[in-house]
């Protein structure tokens, strides 16, 4: 499998450049995923010299969520048995048989996240 980096100038889009870099390459997303605070640069080593760091303005963000987690709560009183509905959009497709894990602070006196 390949990585496929493509460059190009918004002002020249003429002017593109892609590079391949096989998955040999050891090249890997890390665990945590890629979120929108990440901040990816690039920089280079050309013939005529340095080329200065840039952030990269756009990637495809990795094990996050497209839009704001939301948490309900029903009935919303204190000591009281309550359902939790939980909505989010993933960025990635959820296959079968993959888990999803939310961690909520201690809901109860044991101190202990709850895991749903």
Do not use: C, W, Y
């Amino acid at each position: 499998s390949m990585v496929r980096l493509v460059f190009s100038n918004s002002s020249e889009p003429e002017h593109r450049i892609t590079v391949n870099v096989s998955s040999s390459a050891i090249l890997s997303i890390p665990v945590g995923g890629v979120s929108i605070a990440t901040q990816i640069s690039i920089e280079g080593l050309a013939q005529q010299g340095a080329v200065a760091t840039r952030l990269v303005d756009s990637f495809t963000r990795v094990g996050t969520f497209l839009s704001p987690l939301s948490i309900r709560f029903d009935p919303h009183l204190a000591n009281a048995a309550t359902q939790i509905t939980i909505r989010f959009t993933p960025n990635m497709r959820i296959e079968k048989g993959e888990t999803v894990t939310f961690l909520l602070p201690s809901l109860a006196d044991s101190g202990t996240p709850l895991r749903i």
